[in-house]
């Protein structure tokens, strides 16, 4: 049982770990994601560089590398291993061997390990994403912001295992965001090309 748990969180990892934003930008548009805009490889520089069909494409293949590793937990049992194995999951896409221990953000990717867990925390994250870059056009407060907040959703649904993934991943995001941290502090941060705003360094 042991081995078999351990096997799941590594599996997990090597699915986080593809770096889907590279894949759909060299495969479908000739282009290396990683050397335009931000240099991110996710999907808010994906609607930057590749435009709302790469976008779409990156954050649906992001979100399903979180879901797929909640899935595969759940067939090995345990109470906290889907949580575990979500959280693996984001820390493959953000430090991917197959990028030299780099990647992205990990907020697609844990998106979709939430509405694995508990599919009314995905709502409360899209819903504080959405509110904040309407209000403000900022990506990644939108990011830190919906992390945030879906880590009390998922405890009040999911008990224990949730607070513990919805903590963990919140803290990985916003440490992965520490220099549009500093950019939003200076006043120098770019807004997202959504509703009618400008392009975005997220």
Not at 103 to 131: D, E, H, N, Q, R
Request: glycine share 14%; hydrophobic share 55%.
């Amino acid at each position: 049982m042991i081995l078999a748990r351990i096997a799941v969180l590594v599996a997990a990892f090597c699915i986080g770990a593809i770096p889907f934003g590279v894949v759909v930008s060299r495969l479908f548009f000739r282009r290396d994601i990683r050397s335009e805009g931000s240099g991110n490889i996710g999907a808010a520089n994906a609607l930057r560089t590749l435009g709302k069909r790469g976008a779409i494409a990156v954050l649906v293949l992001d979100a399903l590398k979180g879901a797929a590793a909640v899935w595969i937990a759940r067939t090995a049992g345990g109470h906290f291993l889907p949580a575990a194995a979500a959280l693996v999951a984001v820390l493959g896409h953000c430090y991917s061997p197959l990028l030299r221990w780099r990647g992205g953000k990990g907020v697609a990717t844990s998106l979709g390990a939430i509405i694995a867990l508990a599919w009314p925390a995905g709502l409360v994250f899209a819903g504080v994403w959405v509110a904040v870059v309407a209000a403000t056009g900022y990506s990644s407060a939108g990011s830190m912001l919906g992390s945030i907040a879906a880590a009390p959703a998922l405890g009040l649904l999911i008990g224990a295992p949730g607070w513990a993934y919805g903590v963990a991943a919140a803290l990985v995001i916003i440490a992965k965001h520490r220099e549009n941290l500093a950019r939003l502090r200076a006043g120098t941060e770019s807004i997202l090309p959504l509703f009618g705003r400008g392009k975005s360094r997220a």
